[in-house]
Each structure stands twice: as structure tokens, then as C-alpha cells.
């Protein structure tokens, strides 16, 4: 079976419930889930184990899209547990997978998509 598709963003301030149904959550808006390569066990520095090499021979940025979380969407939310305070997190929906045009906007690696124009994909309607 296999996943839908998602075409659009969810309007931040929007109330969903979890796929599973056990708590609701507030979108607080889009965001791109990053992997921090400090967090790398050392002596380990880079994503592709190649050797061993202290941290101060680091090669590339600190901070990579998290290959886990790509081609899904993520979002900075707020929890809406009953008889708790809201919590913020972050929660990527893995029940769905990026469609083409919404993927190259979220992950893109051209310097255009680096523009102040390109704060928001082409298509805004919310994901049904």
C-alpha cells in the first residue's frame, strides 16, 4: 500500500489530530528537520565512515538535512494533550511522502531557493 501524496502545506494555527488518533496538535508552521553532525560518535566525523579523523579535520557543514525526514513532511507544532500544558516540538508526518514540486522547494539545493522571495511553495492550499 502506499502513501499519499502531499501536495500542500498546513496553515499554521490549524488544529489536527495525530495519525494515530492519541493526541492533537497545533501547527506552528513548516520546518526542515536537520542532522547535527557533532552529535556523530567520536571519533566518527563524517556522515560516510571512511576513518577515523579527529573533530578538528571536520569536512563540510555542521548542520544536514536529516535523510530519515526528506521526503516527509515536517512541522514545528504544539501538542494539545488533555490535562497537560501544551508542548512544542517538532513532528515530522511520515504517513505521507512530499509530491515532486513540494520536495525540490522543502530540500532544494539551488542557490535560487536560498532567496528571500522563496519563503513559501507556489501552491499554499491546505492538505486535506
Same mark, same amino acid.
Given at each position: 500500500?502506499?502513501?499519499?501524496?502531499?501536495?500542500?502545506?498546513?496553515?499554521?494555527?490549524?488544529?489536527?489530530?495525530? =495519525? @494515530?488518533?492519541?493526541?492533537?496538535?497545533? %501547527?506552528?508552521?513548516?520546518?526542515?528537520?536537520? *542532522?547535527? !553532525?557533532?552529535?556523530?560518535? +567520536?571519533?566518527?566525523?563524517?556522515?560516510?565512515?571512511?576513518?577515523?579523523?579527529?573533530?578538528?579535520?571536520?569536512?563540510?557543514?555542521?548542520?544536514?538535512?536529516?535523510?530519515?525526514?526528506?521526503?516527509?513532511?515536517?512541522?514545528?507544532?504544539?501538542?494539545?494533550? =488533555? @490535562?497537560?500544558?501544551?508542548?512544542?516540538? %517538532?513532528?515530522?508526518?511520515?504517513?505521507?511522502? *512530499?509530491? !515532486?514540486?513540494?520536495?525540490? +522547494?522543502?530540500?532544494?539545493?539551488?542557490?535560487?531557493?536560498?532567496?528571500?522571495?522563496?519563503?513559501?511553495?507556489?501552491?499554499?492550499?491546505?492538505?486535506?
Amino acid at each position: 500500500m502506499s502513501r499519499p501524496v502531499v501536495d500542500a502545506l498546513l496553515e499554521s494555527g490549524s488544529v489536527h489530530t495525530s =495519525p @494515530g488518533g492519541q493526541y492533537s496538535f497545533r %501547527v506552528i508552521g513548516p520546518c526542515c528537520r536537520l *542532522f547535527d !553532525r557533532e552529535e556523530l560518535p +567520536w571519533p566518527c566525523c563524517r556522515i560516510a565512515w571512511r576513518s577515523k579523523e579527529p573533530s578538528w579535520r571536520r569536512v563540510g557543514r555542521r548542520f544536514v538535512p536529516d535523510l530519515a525526514a526528506r521526503r516527509c513532511p515536517s512541522y514545528a507544532v504544539e501538542l494539545l494533550q =488533555p @490535562g497537560s500544558r501544551p508542548t512544542s516540538t %517538532v513532528l515530522t508526518l511520515f504517513s505521507g511522502v *512530499f509530491s !515532486r514540486d513540494l520536495q525540490e +522547494w522543502w530540500y532544494s539545493r539551488h542557490p535560487r531557493s536560498l532567496g528571500p522571495e522563496n519563503t513559501l511553495p507556489k501552491q499554499t492550499a491546505p492538505m486535506s
